[in-house]
């Protein structure tokens, strides 16, 4: 009785939106027996609207699934070796600092370096009297002198050049050694050569070699690699079963590069992905399944030592280049170049 009671009030209450029910209709409802209440209510057949329509049946190639085979790309590079080349501003601006440096510190107290009358004590004479200042890089400028003010560098002068300052450090550097000539009768002076520093320059730079890692020491090199009948690229090839993005790209490094190289995978997640979509999609019928293109994702690895060598490769690379970014946007297509601009290092 309870059960036909509370289905007659959900009822009623349905019915809200109709004109109200009089107190005595509402109790002589509530009376009814169960059986009665408990009626199903009959209504009329709902028309569908234009937007619960069924969906329009698929052709057989609609009924296949969509799917992508998978790529990992090796971004293999070599890190820059030396710091980038000064701008003409900031070398007038550490000339600067160490000059004012130079007026700012304490006089140099030669005798608490080298005792009076000795041969050290002679060679800084000789050295102060051409420079005129203990500091060694600076040129020829006397801090406490009537020229002291005049610390800043003029228009045309190579003092604030690397190069030059290189120089005078090697001039300095140089020690005179006096020794007896062949019959003993005279002195010759000679100068102990000091090893010069390696130029930033190298020979493979003035050569044009693009295979070799020794150039273009301040900038970011990149691994690329061409087949036959194939455009430049980077090293790539298709995930096998199971494989992850991190072994299938130190996979393909070994493949594609040979064993003499000793190489990182940077991180477990690429740094970019590209998309190729097909003309015309490829249909597996036994699968079901349509493939509409290649997803290739890009992994970021580095090379400590070694070179590569493709002579064992599996992939028919044919050459290859260490590039920079800007030599890699002339090499590679416009397409492959949108989809790796942005992660490629700007020096």
């Known amino acids: 009785m ?3 009671q509370d289905a007659v009030r959900r009822l009623a209450w349905q019915s809200r939106t109709f004109p109200p029910i009089c107190r005595s209709c509402l109790s002589t409802i509530t009376s009814r027996p169960a059986s009665t209440a408990a009626s199903p209510v009959e209504t009329a057949p709902i028309e569908p609207s234009p937007t619960s329509r069924a969906p329009p049946s698929l052709t057989a190639s609609q009924s296949h699934s969509t799917t992508y085979s998978l790529k990992t790309s090796v971004l293999l590079s070599r890190p820059p070796l030396l710091t980038r080349a000064l701008t003409p501003f900031e070398k007038s601006y ?3 600092q160490r000059r004012l440096n130079e007026r ?3 006089p140099f107290t030669r005798y608490f370096y080298y005792q009076r009358g000795t041969p050290g004590d002679v060679e800084w004479k000789r ?3 051409e420079r005129k200042t203990a500091a060694r890089d600076i040129g020829v400028y006397s801090a406490y002198g009537e020229e002291g003010w005049n610390d800043e560098v003029l228009v045309g002068d190579r003092v604030s050049e690397p190069e030059e300052q290189v120089e005078r450090l090697l001039r300095d550097a140089e020690v005179e050694v006096k020794e007896r000539d062949v019959q003993g009768e005279g002195e010759v002076v000679k100068k102990e050569e000091v090893e010069r520093p390696m130029p930033r320059v190298t020979e493979a730079d003035r050569e044009g070699v693009l295979g070799s890692l020794n150039r273009r020491l301040e900038r970011t090199l990149y691994l690329a690699v061409r087949g036959a009948g194939r455009g430049w690229g980077f090293p790539s090839c298709g995930l096998g079963r199971g494989e992850s993005l991190h072994t299938a790209a130190e996979r393909i490094i070994v493949q594609a590069g040979g064993v003499n190289m000793n190489t990182w ?6 740094v970019g992905h590209q998309v190729y979509h097909y003309s015309q999609g490829i249909v597996d019928k036994e699968k079901r399944s349509e493939l509409r293109g290649e997803k290739v ?11 590569a060598n493709l002579k064992d490769n599996i992939f028919g690379l044919e050459e290859f280049q260490w590039l920079t970014k800007e030599e890699i946007q002339k090499a590679l297509h416009p397409r492959d170049w949108n989809a790796v601009k942005n992660v490629l290092a700007e020096r």
């Open 297 to 307: 994702f890009f992994m970021k690895a580095r090379i400590m030592a070694g070179q």
């Open 265 to 270: 995978v940077v991180g477990n997640m690429p």
């Open 127 to 129: 050295k102060i009297k």
């Open 104 to 106: 700012l510190a304490l």
């Open 94 to 96: 550490f000339l600067y």
């Open 2 to 4: 309870a059960r036909g």
